[in-house]
T-cell receptor, first 114, second 113 residues
Framework: DGGITQSPKYLFRKEGQNVTLSCEQN?????MYWYRQDPGQGLRLIYY???????QKGDIAEGYSVSREKKESFPLTVTSAQKNPTAFYLC?????????????FGPGTRLTVL | QKEVEQNSGPLSVPEGAIASLNCTYS??????FFWYRQYSGKSPELIMF????GDKEDGRFTAQLNKASQYVSLLIRDSQPSDSATYLC?????????????FGQGTELSVKP
């Protein structure tokens, strides 16, 4: 089965703690993305990567970090510097060579700060 | 002005009617346009994309693009209660470069039996 997986589905973080959200895809897509969604809001881009070992900041990168060591993996770390991390986090991927940049989403991780 | 704007709704239509969802965007350089459906508590799923002026049909869904007026719409014919969801419009400025998508805040659609 081809697709995007995210884990865990739910995550609870204490204040001052760093946590890492996993995102894996087996679609052989070049590009991967991390979005944040707050209740009643659209998606806001945190980071994206179009190729292994390279990534760019999105609109709300402060307090987050990523790595792209393998094509199929794009983990997101929410650091203690992120002051309001409670949100729904969505990972997506796309095949950039296709031109249309259709992005496909994983099931998401819901992060709650205790 | 937001880059991508949608009416938040809720938009309520009776079962069997046509639901019309609208989206406007501010950047004339925008190249590709996407509609996603998101059920409550779930991740968005791609319904359609369009990048040429005019209409594009897929089953009960029709996407319409008017670049001169900078709007894109989604029509859902024969609406069903299962179509009740939030519909997200997204815009990509760089069609051939895998550029980032800019999302609207979404329109909540409710189809009443």
């Amino acid at each position: 089965d081809g697709g995007i997986t995210q884990s865990p589905k739910y995550l609870f973080r204490k204040e001052g703690q760093n946590v890492t959200l996993s995102c894996e895809q087996n679609l052989n897509h070049d590009a991967m993305y991390w979005y944040r969604q707050d209740p009643g809001q659209g998606l806001r881009l945190i980071y994206y990567s179009q190729i292994v070992n390279d990534f760019q900041k999105g609109d709300i990168a402060e307090g987050y970090s990523v790595s792209r060591e393998k094509k199929e993996s794009f983990p997101l770390t929410v650091t203690s510097a992120q002051k309001n991390p409670t949100a729904f986090y969505l990972c997506a991927s796309s095949q950039t060579s296709k031109g249309s940049n259709e992005q496909f989403f994983g099931p998401g991780t819901r992060l709650t700060v205790l | 002005q937001k880059e991508v704007e949608q009416n938040s709704g809720p938009l309520s239509v009776p079962e069997g009617a046509i639901a019309s969802l609208n989206c406007t965007y501010s950047d004339r350089g925008s190249q590709s346009f996407f509609w996603y459906r998101q059920y409550s508590g779930k991740s968005p799923e791609l319904i359609m994309f369009i990048y040429s002026n005019g209409d594009k049909e897929d089953g009960r869904f029709t996407a319409q693009l008017n670049k001169a007026s900078q709007y894109v719409s989604l029509l859902i014919r024969d609406s069903q209660p299962s179509d009740s969801a939030t519909y997200l419009c997204a815009v990509n400025r760089f069609r051939n470069q895998g550029g980032k998508l800019i999302f609207g805040q979404g329109t909540e659609l409710s189809v009443k039996p």
